[in-house]
């Protein structure tokens, strides 16, 4: 597959809600009720990070949900390309990009959602058909108004902010002609769903859902 092919599988993906839940999932037995919950909610497009031992178990998990796509996210090697596809996610996202990461995403016909943070990086992708693109960390790299002076000097991408996105700045980045959605951790909170609190991570996904782009 095509970076360009896979842009489009992305792009489409990114395209379902305007938030994707960033999942930490410790316990993989809390997958499937978690993104049931989600996905009840609007918000059907999850990535779980590979950040703990649970994570690809999470994925297997949470691959058999209907509604929902589920990708792998963190990924910093060829092998975790390889292990998150094996374990059942639809596309992948990576903090930032690797020429080795970005051959075995396309050897693996993974669909992958490259992290930049500077235009010389977009652009480097951009020449590698990556026209949907995250930007991380989203805060700490300017936020959205650093965001919006991308628009002008390239507006063949488009972005997913990610990182320090909350309630209090997401309509900010989502009202960018430039950002296609925006991942965030505040859905899916620690506490709520160690306590299975699935209909308080419903109404949390719902606001979310509802957020104008």
Do not use: H
């Not at 059907?44 to 703990?52: A, G, N, Q, W």
């Not at 998990?61 to 975790?80: F, K």
């Not at 965001?147 to 989502?174: D, E």
């Amino acid at each position: 597959m095509t970076p360009n092919a896979a842009s489009e599988i992305t792009e489409e993906i990114c395209r379902r809600a305007p938030i994707i839940p960033v999942l930490v999932i410790e316990d993989a037995a809390l997958a499937r009720p978690l993104a049931e919950a989600l996905i009840a909610g609007g918000l059907p497009v999850l990535e779980v990070t590979l950040r703990t031992p649970a994570a690809l178990d999470a994925i297997r998990e949470m691959a058999g949900v209907e509604g929902g796509a589920v990708g792998a996210g963190t990924l910093l090697t060829p092998a975790d390309v390889e292990a998150a596809a094996a374990a059942g996610a639809t596309f992948g996202v990576s903090p930032g990009a690797t020429p080795a990461l970005l051959d075995a995403a396309r050897a693996g016909d993974l669909p992958l959602l490259p992290g930049a943070a500077t235009a010389t990086e977009a652009m480097i992708l951009l020449e590698r058909g990556y026209t949907v693109q995250k930007f991380f960390p989203a805060e700490a790299a300017g936020g959205a108004p650093a965001l919006k002076a991308l628009a002008s000097p390239l507006p063949q991408i488009r972005f997913c902010p990610t990182g320090g996105v909350s309630p209090a700045n997401a309509a900010s980045y989502l009202s960018l002609p430039n950002v296609i959605c925006a991942g965030g951790s505040w859905i899916a909170p620690k506490d709520k769903v160690a306590a299975g609190d699935w209909d308080a991570i419903t109404a949390l996904a719902r606001e979310a859902a509802a957020l104008p782009r």
